[in-house]
């Protein structure tokens, strides 16, 4: 049977590794977690049976398809609202190589998410069914993370984002 302490420093491993994978999950360089990413939806052009348009000369982005919505994602990045370069971002690959990629959440906004998702009882039981076992059995409510936690996250992101501008260096 284990201790107490034991079974503490099991919950405290836990949460150390899942609120990392939640600040690496929510600030990597992927196209949804981008402040100028957008989703956009092009839907197909009605044709002139169904609604009535005046004609006219017109230059657009044409997109051939089995005529369902074709959804991608396009970076704004110096956008003034009427006009920009409109870039599609919708890889990692792409967004990996962009120098102005800027997560849409800090670390700290996303060590505070995690807290604030891990006070829900109803989402840890969905979610992480392991520290609510490990929570039960100490009799525990919420999370309360160390300061060693916070600080391993903060390094381990900067140490990520370093690395990250250095690939792009190459």
């Known amino acids: 049977m284990k201790?107490?302490?034991?079974?503490?420093?099991?919950?405290?491993?836990?949460?150390?590794?899942?609120?990392?994978?939640?600040?690496?999950?929510?600030?990597?360089?992927?196209?949804?977690?981008?402040?100028?990413?957008?989703?956009?939806?092009?839907?197909?052009?009605?044709?002139?049976?169904?609604?009535?348009?005046?004609?006219?000369?017109?230059?657009?982005?044409?997109?051939?398809?089995?005529?369902?919505?074709?959804?991608?994602?396009?970076?704004?990045?110096?956008?003034?609202?009427k006009t920009c370069d409109l870039i599609v971002c919708d890889d990692d690959l792409t967004s990996g190589a962009c120098r102005h990629f800027k997560p849409v959440l800090s670390t700290d906004e996303c060590v505070e998410l995690f807290i604030h998702n891990m006070k829900d009882d109803n989402y840890v039981m969905q979610n992480h069914k392991d520290v609510a076992a490990l929570q039960w059995v100490l009799d525990i409510r919420g999370v309360k993370l160390s300061y060693y936690t916070i600080f391993y996250v903060y390094i381990v992101s900067v140490y990520c984002a370093v690395v990250q501008y250095f690939k792009r260096k190459r």
Request: charged share 30%; with cysteine.
């Open 3 to 81: 201790t107490h302490d034991e079974v503490k420093a099991r919950l405290d491993k836990v949460l150390n590794r899942l609120c990392r994978k939640h600040v690496f999950n929510h600030t990597k360089r992927s196209p949804h977690n981008c402040v100028y990413n957008v989703r956009h939806v092009y839907t197909p052009r009605p044709s002139e049976t169904d609604v009535k348009i005046a004609p006219r000369k017109q230059v657009t982005m044409m997109v051939i398809g089995d005529g369902s919505p074709v959804v991608s994602r396009l970076c704004l990045y110096k956008s003034d609202g």
